[in-house]
Antibody, heavy 121, light 107 residues
Framework: DVQLLESGGGLVQPGGSLRLSCVASGITFSTFGRGWVRQPPGKGLEWVAT????????YYADSVKGRFTISRDISKNTLYLQMDSLREEDTAVYYCAKGRGSTAFAPFHMWGRGTLVAVSA | DIQLTQSPSTLSASVGDRVTITCRASETFTRYLAWYQQKPGKAPNLLVS???KLEDGVPSRFIGSASGPEFTLTISGLQPDDFATYYC?????????FGQGTKVEVK
């Protein structure tokens, strides 16, 4: 069965760091575009970052650029989101998602269950 | 950056109704727009890609269309399972963006 499983969320103080992981099972994750989408409690979806399977280019929302880094480990079939200089407004459920095809220009047709990141003093 | 504005924010409807959700883009593009359905506590589910292409397994009562910078998701004959929040997303240019969501609730 194909699935994505996120981990690494938790409570962190403002200015701190966390690294989220997303392990794919049942598929070779590295050949597809994939990314992270977040949802603050009670609010809508916000696109965070995308990693292109075809070119290995990365794209970021302005709100996280310079603080977050998306990366992959092909050998572990895993996508990461390194989050530094965290702010209270980064508090959200973070979803890992897979695009269709290798391009970054694709919708997310497969999603993980999400992992909660809470930034608070 | 492309901003997406959805309307209405909340829509009250009954089973069997025809409902329409609109997503207006701040810049014109023609192809790379998707619609998602999300239920409370769950991840979003892709319904429509490339404006009109229905995902496998999605009922044909969901119809995507476009006219200029305005994109529309129509549910033709609302079913009990359709009460949820719907989001549009543009993946035409980066940064990608979502609309703010439309909650379809029971009237």
């Amino acid at each position: 069965d194909v699935q994505l499983l996120e981990s690494g969320g938790g409570l962190v103080q403002p200015g701190g760091s966390l690294r989220l992981s997303c392990v794919a099972s049942g598929i070779t994750f590295s050949t597809f575009g994939r990314g992270w989408v977040r949802q603050p409690p009670g609010k809508g979806l916000e696109w965070v970052a995308t990693f292109s399977g075809a070119s290995s280019l990365t794209y970021y929302a302005d709100s996280v650029k310079g603080r977050f880094t998306i990366s992959r480990d092909i050998s572990k079939n895993t996508l990461y989101l390194q989050m530094d200089s965290l702010r209270e407004e980064d508090t959200a459920v973070y979803y890992c998602a897979k695009g269709r095809g290798s391009t970054a220009f694709a919708p997310f047709h497969m999603w993980g269950r999400g992992t909660l990141v809470a930034v608070s003093a | 950056d492309i901003q997406l504005t959805q309307s209405p924010s909340t829509l009250s409807a009954s089973v069997g109704d025809r409902v329409t959700i609109t997503c207006r883009a701040s810049e014109t593009f023609t192809r790379y727009l998707a619609w998602y359905q999300q239920k409370p506590g769950k991840a979003p589910n892709l319904l429509v890609s490339e404006v009109t292409k229905l995902e496998d397994g999605v009922p044909s009562r969901f119809i995507g269309s476009a006219s200029g910078p305005e994109f529309t998701l129509t549910i033709s004959g609302l079913q009990p399972d359709d009460f949820a929040t719907y989001y549009c997303q543009q993946y035409n240019t980066f940064p990608s963006s979502f609309g703010q969501g439309t909650k379809v609730e029971v009237k």
